[in-house]
């Protein structure tokens, strides 16, 4: 991971066995983790693709916090599923984050978000600590969405 970007990696088990591992794979890679947490998706396709846009938008009533993205790579083999998307301008941050599930050669299922990113908004700058325990925040509502839908709850 480049330097002078905050680090971010949080891992969480989310089930056990094939079905699981393929319940939460699908689940990343459909934006349907990211609904299921709150979020608002918009993309132009229905699974990560490397070159698709997708927007994440955040918030309350008018407060809402929009993050335009695209997929830079993608992960579908027999043990690992997922994918990373780079912000596009607009978003508050600048950097990577990627959302990855596998299966282990014991049958459990976990699933890891990996980012760097630094503030490229003003408000994301004069967020500073708050910004990232904000992100550290949604990557443990991220596991334990993906926990409920892979049925590992």
Do not use: K, N
Request: hydrophobic residues 40%; positive net charge.
């Amino acid at each position: 991971m480049p330097a002078a970007y905050h680090h971010l990696h949080h891992s969480v088990r989310v089930g056990h066995g094939r079905a699981a591992f393929e319940t939460a794979g699908a689940a990343v890679t459909t934006w349907r983790m990211h609904r299921a947490s709150g979020a608002r998706v918009t993309s132009e396709a229905v699974r990560a693709e490397p070159g698709v846009t997708v927007e994440v938008s955040m918030g309350l009533g008018p407060v809402r916090f929009t993050a335009p993205c695209q997929v830079i790579w993608t992960a579908y083999t027999e043990t690992e599923t997922g994918f990373a998307y780079g912000t596009l301008a607009g978003h508050p941050e600048c950097g990577e984050e990627s959302f990855v599930v596998d299966l282990r050669e014991d049958g459990s299922v976990w699933f890891t978000v990996t980012a760097f990113s630094r503030a490229a908004a003003w408000y994301a700058r004069l967020g500073g600590p708050v910004v990232r325990a904000l992100q550290l925040a949604y990557a443990r509502r991220l596991g334990r969405t993906l926990r409920t839908l892979a049925g590992g709850a």
